[in-house]
Every structure is written in C-alpha cells, then in structure tokens.
C-alpha cells in the first residue's frame, strides 16, 4: 500500500502526434515542454547604445531559444509519415506500432514507468528497436534467420514505426495483408527484407514507398500497390473521422470496419465469427456476423498515473439504452475492493433480444434443443421481460475487503434498482434456489439489496462514498454517464495472491495500485470505452 495518488493533472505537454489529412485540427493546449525555469526579470537598460544592444542581444536570444525549442519538439513530437500514409485504403483493418509517440505521449510513459522499475528496466533502453527484434527473432529456429545480425543488417535502416493492414479477398492460406515498416535507407532496407523473407520458402513481395518498406505475400504485392495508387488508408475518410474521435493514439492503435470485416474474417476462418469454410469460398455471412456493422478505433496510451486501452464505437447498430448513471456505484461502501455495475440494461435489451435471441436459437440448433425454451422452464421465467426486471435500471454487484484465502467466509453482495422490485426479488429468489440458498435479500422501494451476508445488506443499505476515494477516481475518472462499469482495488485484495509470487514478479504486481473500465453510450450507434491499470 502507498500513499494516495495526488489528483491528476493536465499532461505537461501537447498532443504533437500526427494529424491525417483532412482530419480537424486538435485543440490548442495550455500547456507545453518548459524549457526552463522562469527567470527574474533583468534591469531595465538605459538609453542609447544600452538600448541597441539589448535589442541586438534580444533577437539572437530569442532566434537561439526558439530554435533549441523547435529542435527540442521535434525530437519530442513524433513527426513523420504514419503507417497509414502508405497502406492501401480499402483495408478493413489495421494496426500501428509507434515507439516515437507525441512529446506527451513520451513524458506521460516516463512517468508512468517510474512506477514500475521492473517492467521500465524491459521496455527501455539505448534502442528499443533491438528489442523488438530480439522478440520477433528468438523462436525462430531457421539458421538462415540467424545469419542476420542487428548492429550490421538491420540497425542501419529500421525506422521506429510499423503498420499492417488487412484487406478483402484473401484467403485461409493467404490472407491479403500488408505490413509497413518505416525504414531509414529503402534500398537497404529492400536488400536485408529480401533475404529475411527469402528464409521462408513461399518469400514475399516487398516495394518501398515514402520512407516505408511494403511487405506483402507473394503474387499479392502489385494489386496492393495499384490500391494504394487510388488512394491510401489515410486518405479514407472514415479512417480518418474515426481516428480523429478516437484522439492520441499512443504508442500502439488499431482500427476496424466491422460491417466489412466480420464476413470477411468468417471467409478466413476465423472460427468466432463462424464455421471455417474451404479457403476461397465465399458464404453467406452468419447469423452472428449478419448483425455486425459500425467501425472500432482503439489505442494504448499513456498518462503518468496509468496505462490506458481507449476506445470509441462509430456506425454501429444503435442500441435504445438510457443515459448511463453511476449513483449506486460511487454511493457504495469505502471499503469495496471490486465492483461491477450495468446502467440501462432495462431498455438495451429491447433493441438487442433479437440478436441474442437468434445466436441463442442457433446454439439450439447445435444442441438440438431449445435452449430459450429449456432456460424459461428450468428458472420458470420469460424472456426478455423476466430479464428486463432482473438487471432493471442499474445492477450492481460488490466484493468487499476480505481475507479471500478463507474461502467459507466468502462476501459479495448486489443492489437492483427495477421498475418491478418485487418481480426483482422474487426473481432473485428463485435464482438464490437453485444456488443452494446462499442469499438473504431485501426490497426496500424500488431497490433489491442482496448479499451472501446479511451485515453485508446493512452495510450496502447504509452506503459510503466508494466515489470520492482516491484509487477510484484514478482508476475510473468520470463515469457518471457510463452505461457499464468495472473496479478492482488491486491493493485491497493483493494478499490473496502475493504470496505465490516471488522476485520481479511480485514487485511489478506490487507496484499495480488498481484495474478499471468503462463503457459509455454517447449516441445513436457510437459508444467509448476505457480499460486503465494504474500504478502505485
């Protein structure tokens, strides 16, 4: 345990990550790298030749700052031509590595790791180039992949960017991706790709373009240079109008057209989105990826308190789910170490039962028996309307501080808010009974308190302010619109497990202070989402 996280704030430094083209622009910061400390203001000078001088000393001064300023940003800002500037712009996916984040970026991740020496002491170094290629290289058990060496055949040219795309029409055996690899020299960067790729008996095509070495499979490298010749992915809108609503971009991101991809993944095989099929044969898309459409634009990023997944959902299939509110979360008590909460359920489930009502009708067809029917007999309710009243306008469930080694005395315990509250807790009932009655619930107005423990009841009844506490405003910022949400207080619950770990690894768990997420409906088809782990 350590002492309280001091409240956030702002980043030191302005977002100078790449804008796409015909992106708009990102709001001015306040803020900015300092230089250095303000000085005391100098006397004034005296007329005359005094004056001449300090105007003269003025201007040089000015000229020699502002160009250790411009010099100092661009070794901070992460300039340069992005991955999507030369990856073709029908892909439906994509992904970007960026080791020369924004100025912001870079200084947030130097704060952040501080908190955690040991994952610091991995990730960082004279060139972390070298560790992405140690990693990629240390299975490989190919001696024609051996006779590479890094200081000679690939430090000369590897850049500090890479991106892949994938794109329609490939097959099983030959998906149609491309991977970009920003490179210092393209002629030799071409020359040691090739005889890397030529280690693999199918080999690859490989173009250079714009500072980036192209490598793709073989046979597939001049349709996905002729695609590119019509227009790359940072020159596709949507592309662009996602990632702009997505902002920073941190040192990973990703993007994908769902309405596009899934059938295709299912034409790849991928067998969570459908029975894999014979390579190059195309199928009607299946009843779970009919339903797919919108785009998700995600990135890793970081703040010096945390590390966050971020995320936005554009164009989907909207969802009629209420405005998100979080009153039963943060009222609950001080002492939560894990807490889940879904706001809205009630009205979600109307627009989304006719998906999930379908996937259920499907796995009834693999089963062989009605698996709607078989749920409503064995728990004697009705779908969705039984649903519907169960997970009500808020539900919330609530793992308190606890010695988690004794498992007999085990405590959790839940609130629903529902239109139906004593539908609710007759419901709750029925569900405790086929538990073996582990249960003791009570309706109070509109809300079900339920628990394991009956002073657990009392004490979810009385509330606290779980809200206002340090760790969950770190973990989770503001959430009192978000539609679903998820708290672990690491710190609370670490004795569970810190005593099967030993050395790095149980430092580096030591020096994680909580987990969190969220989710938030903010309109007709589009939501954001955030996954945080935050440091001690």
Not at 19 to 27: E, H, L, R
Not at 175 to 188: F, H
Not at 393 to 418: E, M
Not at 508 to 535: C, I, M, N, W
């Given at each position: 345990m350590t002492d309280p996280t001091p409240?956030?704030?702002?980043?030191?430094?302005?977002?100078?990550?790449?804008?796409?083209?015909?992106?708009?622009?990102?709001?001015?910061?306040?803020?900015g790298v300092g230089l250095s400390d303000p000085q005391d203001h100098p006397p004034a000078a005296r007329p005359g030749r005094g004056r001449t001088g300090l105007v003269i000393g003025g201007v040089a001064a000015a000229l020699l700052l502002g160009g250790g300023a411009v010099f100092a940003v661009q070794q901070l800002s992460g300039a340069g031509a992005q991955p999507a500037d030369v990856l073709p712009g029908d892909a439906y996916g994509y992904v970007r590595l960026d080791i020369d984040p924004s100025a912001g970026q870079k200084i947030a991740a130097v704060r952040f790791l501080g908190k955690l020496p040991q994952v610091r002491d991995t990730l960082t170094g004279d060139d972390?180039?070298?560790?992405?290629?140690d990693l990629v290289t240390q299975d490989a058990a190919d001696s024609c992949v051996s006779t590479l060496r890094y200081d000679t055949d690939i430090a000369p040219w590897l850049g500090e960017r890479a991106g892949v795309a994938i794109r329609p029409g490939g097959t099983t055996d030959k998906?149609?991706?491309?991977?970009?690899?920003?490179?210092?020299?393209?002629?030799?960067a071409k020359e040691a790709l090739g005889k890397l790729f030529a280690c693999d008996k199918d080999g690859a095509d490989i173009e250079t373009k714009d500072g980036y070495a192209l490598v793709m499979p073989p046979g597939t490298g001049a349709s996905t240079m002729a695609a590119i010749a019509k227009g790359t992915l940072a020159a596709n809108s949507t592309f662009t109008g996602d990632m702009t609503a997505l902002g920073e971009q941190g040192v990973v991101s990703a993007w994908f057209d769902m309405t596009t991809g899934a059938t295709q993944l299912q034409d790849l095989g991928a067998g969570a989105l459908g029975t894999p099929g014979t390579a190059g044969t195309a199928r009607p898309p299946s009843a779970t990826t009919a339903g797919m459409q919108g785009r998700v634009a995600a990135a890793l990023r970081f703040d010096p308190s945390f590390v966050e997944l971020a995320g936005v959902v554009r164009g989907a299939k909207a969802v009629n789910a209420a405005p998100g509110d979080t009153s039963e979360l943060v009222d609950l008590p001080d002492d939560t170490a894990a807490a889940l909460h879904v706001s809205g359920a009630d009205q979600a489930?109307?627009?989304?039962?006719?998906?999930?009502s379908t996937q259920l009708e499907n796995l009834s067809g693999m089963t062989g028996g009605d698996v709607i029917g078989e749920i409503e007999?064995?728990?004697?309710?009705?779908?969705?309307?039984?649903?519907?009243?169960?997970?009500?306008?808020?539900?919330?469930?609530?793992?308190?501080?606890?010695?988690?080694?004794?498992?007999?005395?085990?405590?959790?315990?839940?609130?629903?808010?529902?239109?139906?509250s004593a539908r609710a807790g007759a419901l709750v009932d029925r569900l405790d009974q086929t538990m073996g009655g582990i249960l003791t619930h009570t309706v109070d107005g509109g809300t079900v308190y339920l628990a394991t423990d009956p002073a657990y009841v009392a004490s979810l009844k009385k509330g606290g302010a779980l809200g206002d506490t340090d760790t969950f405003k770190a973990t989770l910022g503001?959430?009192?619109?978000?539609?679903?949400?998820?708290?672990?207080?690491l710190d609370r619950i670490e004795s569970a497990y810190l005593g099967d770990l030993q050395g790095d690894t149980r430092?580096?768990?030591?020096?994680?202070?909580?987990?969190?997420?969220?989710?938030?409906?903010?309109?007709?088809?589009?939501?954001?989402?955030?996954?945080?782990?935050?440091?001690?």
């Open positions: 409240e956030h704030t702002p980043d030191p430094a302005p977002h100078a990550g790449y804008t796409y083209p015909g992106a708009p622009p990102a709001p001015a910061s306040t803020t972390p180039r070298r560790k992405l290629w998906p149609n991706v491309a991977l970009a690899v920003q490179v210092s020299d393209e002629a030799r489930i109307d627009s989304a039962w006719p998906t999930l007999k064995q728990l004697d309710v009705t779908l969705p309307d039984d649903l519907k009243v169960l997970l009500g306008r808020s539900f919330t469930l609530s793992l308190p501080q606890q010695d988690l080694r004794v498992a007999d005395s085990f405590v959790v315990g839940g609130k629903i808010v529902s239109s139906d503001d959430v009192s619109r978000a539609n679903g949400v998820l708290f672990v207080d430092a580096v768990v030591e020096s994680l202070r909580a987990v969190g997420g969220s989710t938030t409906v903010t309109g007709p088809g589009e939501a954001s989402f955030s996954l945080r782990v935050v440091g001690n």
